[in-house]
């Protein structure tokens, strides 16, 4: 992996963002109230709600753990399809590097961009009281299956989108059910007992989940196999399923002559 | 190495089957596949630091061979190499020395990056040291003003994009360089310095050159060679001048005498005596007369000049016909035709 090549994608990434001045502004903004708003919403749902969030110690640590997932982990789904769209995939294979550098050069700035996102989320709710408990292993396991399995996912989408060029299911599909049922805006365990069966197939209900255990509750990794396990099989199949339609979606363009269509 | 490029029986097919006769076909329904053929046993070789001309009428299979060579397209049979690397198993290794100018050359640029920026970009990119002092010096090259340095590249004008992207395709240094359609929206100006850049081969005597282009005036001020591709078949590959002896005497022995409309009822006076001058064939196009005498003479062409003028046609010109490299190709691609 050339680090200087992945500066190079970062840095047009980076300028091509700073470029944009109102939607600069207007991102800037819309992070701050977001997180003013989840403060705010996850402070009154705490003083009132009560009941719901026993578990997770508070509605607004619950809700910040729901963004980190939406900004860093979900982020991983949409990456690889938004960055290596067919306008740039030409120019991107002329490039002379291997396919996973041009693929992780492409994706890294929005990653940044996530987690700044989350960190100020995560600052906001601090100081709206949040409280977090974190255990830094299980954290960062967490993310890097989530991030994994969610990347898998992007891969397979990105590379439907290379032949298709349009229609993208998995993204369609994982978004639709994902942000529904697998519990980032509230517990899955509120829903009614057949979509929790629903919910236990996604594999965001059991990151969302570990996550919330290792930021909210400092579980250690032992005390965690319940979703390590399904997610480290998950992340095994889903990046090995997502590298392989990839690769092949780009054979088939070349073969095709479509590489520069869209 | 004596060859840049060496192309082995390359053939390359597309599916153009109609989705919904795809569909049909999945549920047992018979219908016949509709393949195109883009190119059809292409063999060729480039000579190292050789300007190669690549010509032929569209869809003839001059992209197809182009995105073969770059590896954006993997043919269906065939070997094709560039600087000894296996296009399709070495593609890697032949990234790193080609540079492309694509036919359609504003992908991959981003239109909110500056020029220098964009260039920037594929600086690092390519892992090259310096990569700031490389980006100027390309910059410079192709003439590009230092004042749009810093415009985003969607204010450039369509000469200044075409500057830009061919910075981009000289910017790693390449020892081989795909140009399709180079001229394509540059001004004359510059086209005459950049045609002199081609001769000079970017001050690399060493790099090839493979120039695909429909401007034919171009391909005879800078081609050392040049392969005629028709229906995905390569129909000669010759020099200027060798094309040049493939045209017939109708064409390259003629005169043309051009004289002035006002006197044109005095042809009726001198056509019949053409018959007198050994004339072998003439043909008259508007104010312009083209005749082809007995073995090419200058004298009898003189004499016919001077009959001309003795029967009150005013002349304006009178000059042996150029060869011309359009007509050149036109005629050998017809001939083709006529054979198939």
Redesign the interface.
């Known amino acids: 992996m ?1 680090i ?2 992945l ?3 970062l ?2 990434d980076f ?2 963002w700073l ?2 001045k109102y939607e600069l502004f207007f991102w800037f903004l819309n992070t701050i109230i977001g997180a003013f708003t989840y403060a705010f919403l996850g402070t009154y749902v705490t003083l009132y709600k009560k009941e719901l969030i026993v578990k997770y110690g508070s509605f607004l640590s619950f809700l910040i753990v729901g963004m980190a997932y939406n900004y860093i982990i979900y982020a991983s789904l949409m990456a690889p399809r938004m960055a290596i769209n067919p ?2 995939l ?9 396919l996973y550098e041009i693929i992780i ?1 492409s994706v890294l700035f929005r990653y940044l961009i996530g987690i700044l996102q989350f960190l100020t989320y995560f600052v906001v709710a601090i100081i709206f009281g949040a409280q977090f408990n974190i255990n830094s292993v299980s954290a960062f396991v967490a993310i890097a299956l989530g991030v994994a399995v969610m990347w898998g996912l992007g891969m397979i989408s990105a590379g439907v989108q290379v032949i298709t060029k349009r229609w993208d299911p998995v993204t369609w599909f994982f978004t639709m059910l994902g942000g529904l049922l697998s519990g980032v805006w509230f517990p899955y365990q509120l829903l009614p007992k057949p979509l929790q069966y629903v919910s236990l197939i996604l594999p965001q209900t059991y990151i969302l989940e570990m996550l919330r255990g290792a930021m909210l509750r400092a579980e250690p990794l032992t005390s965690m196999f319940d979703q390590l396990i399904p997610l480290a099989i998950s992340a095994t199949i889903t990046v090995t399923i997502g590298y392989f339609v990839y690769m092949k979606s780009i ?1 088939y363009a ?4 479509t ?2 269509e869209y | 190495m004596q060859f840049s490029i060496e192309v082995d029986n390359l053939k ?1 097919s ?2 153009k089957t109609r989705f919904r006769d795809k569909v049909a076909m999945l549920f047992g329904a018979k219908r016949a596949k509709n393949r195109v053929i ?1 190119l059809d046993g292409v063999t060729f070789r480039v000579k190292k630091g050789e300007v190669f001309g690549f010509l032929g009428p569209n869809g003839a299979g001059k992209t ?1 061979t182009v ?1 073969i060579l ?5 043919p269906d049979s065939g070997e094709a190499r560039v600087m000894g690397y296996d296009v399709v198993k070495e593609s ?1 290794e032949v ?2 020395i080609i540079g ?1 100018l ?1 036919e ?1 050359s504003q ?2 640029f ?1 239109w ?2 500056t020029a220098f ?2 260039l ?8 090259l040291p310096n990569p700031r002092e490389r980006v100027k010096e390309v910059l410079k090259l192709v003439e590009l003003e230092e004042e749009h340095w810093d415009k ?1 590249y969607q204010r450039l004008s369509q000469g200044m994009k075409q500057k830009l992207a061919l910075a981009r395709a000289l910017l ?1 240094d390449p020892q081989v360089v795909f140009l399709d359609e180079p001229t394509r929206g540059l001004d004359i100006i510059f086209v005459t310095k950049f045609r002199d850049m081609i001769r000079n081969k970017f001050g690399d005597k060493d790099k090839t050159i493979f120039l695909s282009t429909h401007d034919l005036k171009f391909v005879e001020e800078t081609c050392d060679r040049v392969a005629i591709i028709n229906r995905g078949r390569i129909v000669t590959i010759k020099s200027i001048e060798e094309l040049k002896t493939l045209v017939p005497n109708t064409i390259k022995d003629s005169y043309v005498l051009e004289f002035d409309k006002r006197s044109i009822t005095k042809l009726n006076d001198f056509i019949p005596k053409l018959r007198e001058l050994d004339v072998e064939w003439y043909q008259v196009d508007d104010h312009k007369l083209e005749f082809l005498v007995k073995g090419g003479s200058l004298e009898i062409a003189n004499e016919v000049l001077r009959t001309a003028i003795s029967c009150g046609l005013l002349v304006c010109s009178f000059h042996r016909k150029e060869v011309d490299i359009e007509e050149i190709i036109m005629r050998i691609l017809k001939g083709e035709e006529d054979a198939n």
Not at chain 1, 254 to 257: F, L, Q, T, Y
Not at chain 2, 70 to 74: A, N, P
């Open positions: 050339q200087k090549r500066l190079g994608f840095y047009i300028k091509e470029a944009y306008w740039n030409m120019w991107r294979l002329l490039i002379p590097a291997r050069g054979e070349k073969e095709h002559g590489v520069g | 390359k597309y599916d883009a197809t995105k770059t590896t954006i397209l993997v890697l990234r790193k492309v694509p359609d992908r991959g981003g909110r990056l920026e964009n920037l970009f594929y600086a690092y990119a390519y892992l985003w790693p």
